[in-house]
T-cell receptor, first 113, second 114 residues
């Protein structure tokens, strides 16, 4: 069975600090996909990134970066120089391909000015 | 293009009342999903559909029914609402041609059952 664990329920940082959101997954699939979504206070779900199990290259997009490590079944998300607009709930999710997403419980990030 | 829309945006029900939530999409996606989001629980899958006329149960299907009579619409029904069904409901769609199943979410429906 698939499972996604986001052990950090809430994180508070001061603006400009770096912050890492942890995500650990469990799956028996050899091919799988990992996702991060952002849910700002307005409530909508915003897609951030997708990685497949064959590609362990880390990815950077502006202040955002993702570290995928199959050896530890982790797909962590780092925000560099955090800003107040980064305050949101962040969800990690996993899919076995053509199967529904399984979400973690989310991490609420508060960035304080 | 509207993408994924949900109707209504907000609703308050009394225990025992029934209602239907409508999800509509104009992206021609085969897959459609209904999730509920509760504080501290993340998103949990209620029901989903892999095509017109087909539905399947997700993680938390009890108390809900669904129908997919048209490809673009996915209905979620509550026959006899209970306070435990107070939640935010999200609809999502997925493109079958993409094996990685990226999902596109609607704006959500906030339901309160008194």
């Amino acid at each position: 069975a698939q499972k996604v664990t986001q052990a950090q329920t809430e994180i508070s940082v001061v603006e400009k600090e770096d912050v890492t959101l942890d995500c650990v997954y469990e799956t028996r699939d050899t091919t799988y996909y990992l996702f991060w979504y952002k849910q700002p206070p307005s409530g909508e779900l915003v897609f951030l990134i997708r990685r497949n199990s064959f590609d362990e290259q880390n990815e950077i997009s502006g202040r955002y970066s993702w570290n995928f490590q199959k050896s530890t079944s982790s797909f962590n998300f780092t925000i560099t120089a955090s800003q107040v607009v980064d305050s949101a709930v962040y969800f990690c999710a996993q899919s076995g391909g053509n199967t529904p997403l399984v979400f973690g419980k989310g991490t609420r990030l508060s960035v304080i000015a | 293009n509207a993408g994924v829309t949900q109707t209504p945006k907000f609703r308050v029900l009394k225990t025992g009342q029934s209602m239907t939530l409508l999800c509509a999409q104009d992206m021609n996606h085969e897959y459609m999903y209904w999730y509920r989001q509760d504080p501290g629980m993340g998103l949990r899958l209620i029901h989903y559909s892999v095509g017109e006329g087909t539905t399947a149960k997700g993680e938390v299907p009890d108390g809900y029914n669904v129908s997919r009579l048209k490809k673009q619409n996915f209905l979620l029904g509550l026959e006899s609402a209970a306070p435990s069904q107070t939640s935010v409901y999200f609809c999502a769609t997925g493109d079958r041609s993409r094996v990685y199943n990226e999902q596109f979410f609607g704006p959500g429906t906030r339901l309160t059952v008194l």
